[in-house]
């Protein structure tokens, strides 16, 4: 019972703190990236719910903001919430249909997922805005290593690895990042 007023009043804090930041009708872009940044550092933070509360309020009044609907996509799959994270990014995607970003990010966490034939006709579309993308061909060589097409997998590693020459320390060394 406890943690459920806990849970109840962490999440009226959330809401109004996010109402005095939306009082004012013209909401400035200082105050867009500072309910962004609150919202992106609970999601690092691992608050997941408090995050995704903030940024649906945030979204109720601005529905069409491509970074907010983004990064509620991405909290919602953080968060395991795979199903409503789709949604998200489908809408997103469609209401934003020359990010092809958005599609990239979208098509890398179906790979994860599993949902290849979803995710191959975005990276195509990502592949004709930058055909050199070692992302988008790091993830068709995870799909094609799925389906168990070896030899093609390689090539697409090899292709990420002549596009970006920093990348063959990673696989070789690992991260520098300690």
Same mark, same amino acid.
């Given at each position: 019972?406890?943690?459920?007023?806990?849970?109840?009043?962490?999440?009226?804090?959330?809401?109004?703190?996010?109402?005095?930041?939306?009082?004012?009708?013209?909401?400035?872009?200082?105050?867009?990236?500072?309910?962004?940044?609150?919202?992106?550092?609970?999601?690092?933070?691992?608050?997941?719910?408090?995050?995704?509360? *903030? #940024?649906?309020? !945030?979204?109720?009044?601005?529905?069409?903001?491509? /970074? &907010?609907?983004?990064? %509620? @996509?991405?909290?919602? $799959?953080?968060?395991?919430?795979?199903?409503?994270?789709?949604?998200?990014?489908?809408?997103?995607?469609?209401?934003?249909?020359?990010?092809?970003?958005?599609?990239?990010?979208?098509?890398?966490?179906?790979?994860?997922?599993?949902?290849?034939?979803?995710?191959?006709? *975005? #990276?195509?579309? !990502?592949?004709?805005?930058?055909?050199?993308?070692? /992302? &988008?061909?790091?993830? %068709? @060589?995870?799909?094609? $290593?799925?389906?168990?097409?070896?030899?093609?997998?390689?090539?697409?590693?090899?292709?990420?690895?002549?596009?970006?020459?920093?990348?063959?320390?990673?696989?070789?060394?690992?991260?520098?990042?300690?």
């Amino acid at each position: 019972m406890n943690s459920r007023i806990l849970k109840i009043a962490g999440r009226l804090v959330v809401t109004i703190t996010v109402i005095s930041l939306l009082m004012n009708a013209n909401c400035s872009a200082q105050q867009k990236k500072d309910t962004l940044a609150i919202a992106r550092q609970l999601r690092n933070d691992k608050k997941f719910t408090a995050s995704i509360d *903030l #940024l649906k309020l !945030y979204i109720s009044h601005h529905p069409k903001n491509l /970074d &907010a609907n983004w990064l %509620l @996509a991405q909290t919602l $799959y953080w968060d395991k919430q795979v199903k409503a994270s789709e949604i998200v990014y489908e809408k997103t995607i469609q209401d934003n249909p020359g990010n092809y970003y958005l599609k990239l990010d979208y098509a890398k966490m179906l790979v994860e997922l599993g949902e290849i034939d979803k995710a191959q006709p *975005l #990276l195509n579309t !990502y592949l004709t805005y930058d055909a050199i993308s070692t /992302d &988008a061909l790091i993830t %068709l @060589a995870k799909i094609a $290593y799925i389906k168990k097409d070896y030899n093609l997998a390689l090539s697409y590693t090899n292709q990420a690895l002549n596009n970006n020459t920093t990348l063959l320390g990673t696989f070789l060394f690992g991260s520098s990042k300690k």
